[in-house]
């Protein structure tokens, strides 16, 4: 097991990952998880992965958006300590996208900064819990606009929901 975290974090320092790679994103979404496992410990994980179409892809991109969102996600829950922590990964697809859903039973996200949460050196970060930068959401849009696609955030004072769609096939196949 080690050694495939180790080989996980190689991946996601390799910012020269040539995209030629055909990979299965619900790998690299147990890849993230696999990283997070110790911080995920308290929290009750649900996945529901449904067959899904290869990517041309860089592995340790998309490892970082998963890695990123999951993180995210457990630093909320931590700020909302009165429920239980239920954190929900979803894969579909809906043609042309492969669609990843990352839902998360925090406080949500303040509405002074939800219009500006995809901007660098936003952060949510508070109190000594954990060290943010403020960059790891505009990471995630800058990746997911290189693929063609999107995310979305769906956010109350009962949860959060990052819905991340990714274009899979050659772009004159796509609509």
Same mark, same amino acid.
């Given at each position: 097991?080690?050694?495939?975290?180790?080989?996980?974090?190689?991946?996601?320092?390799?910012?020269?990952?040539?995209?030629?790679?055909?990979?299965?994103?619900?790998?690299?979404?147990?890849?993230?998880?696999?990283?997070?496992?110790?911080?995920?410990?308290?929290?009750?994980?649900?996945?529901?992965?449904?067959?899904?179409?290869?990517?041309?892809?860089?592995?340790?991109?998309?490892?970082?958006?998963?890695?990123?969102?999951?993180?995210?996600?457990? @630093?909320?829950?931590?700020?909302?300590?009165?429920?239980?922590?239920?954190?929900?990964?979803?894969?579909?697809?809906?043609?042309?996208?492969?669609?990843?859903?990352? !839902?998360?039973?925090?406080?949500?996200?303040?509405?002074?900064?939800?219009?500006?949460?995809?901007?660098?050196?936003?952060?949510?970060?508070?109190?000594?819990?954990?060290?943010?930068?403020?960059?790891?959401?505009?990471?995630?849009?800058?990746?997911?606009?290189?693929?063609?696609?999107?995310?979305?955030?769906?956010?109350?004072?009962?949860?959060?929901?990052?819905?991340? !769609?990714?274009? @899979?096939?050659?772009?004159?196949?796509?609509?």
């Amino acid at each position: 097991q080690s050694t495939h975290i180790v080989s996980s974090i190689k991946t996601l320092g390799s910012r020269n990952s040539h995209r030629q790679e055909i990979l299965d994103v619900n790998e690299s979404i147990h890849e993230s998880l696999a990283l997070l496992r110790s911080p995920l410990r308290q929290v009750k994980l649900q996945l529901n992965l449904e067959t899904l179409p290869l990517l041309s892809a860089s592995k340790g991109e998309l490892i970082q958006i998963w890695t990123n969102l999951i993180q995210d996600a457990w @630093y909320s829950m931590k700020l909302k300590e009165s429920e239980s922590s239920e954190l929900s990964i979803s894969s579909d697809v809906e043609y042309p996208y492969i669609i990843v859903k990352v !839902r998360d039973n925090g406080p949500g996200i303040p509405p002074k900064i939800l219009p500006r949460i995809f901007q660098p050196d936003v952060t949510t970060k508070v109190g000594g819990l954990s060290f943010g930068l403020g960059l790891g959401l505009s990471i995630v849009q800058n990746l997911a606009d290189s693929y063609g696609g999107d995310v979305s955030i769906d956010t109350s004072p009962a949860n959060t929901t990052f819905t991340v !769609r990714l274009a @899979y096939g050659e772009k004159d196949e796509r609509i």
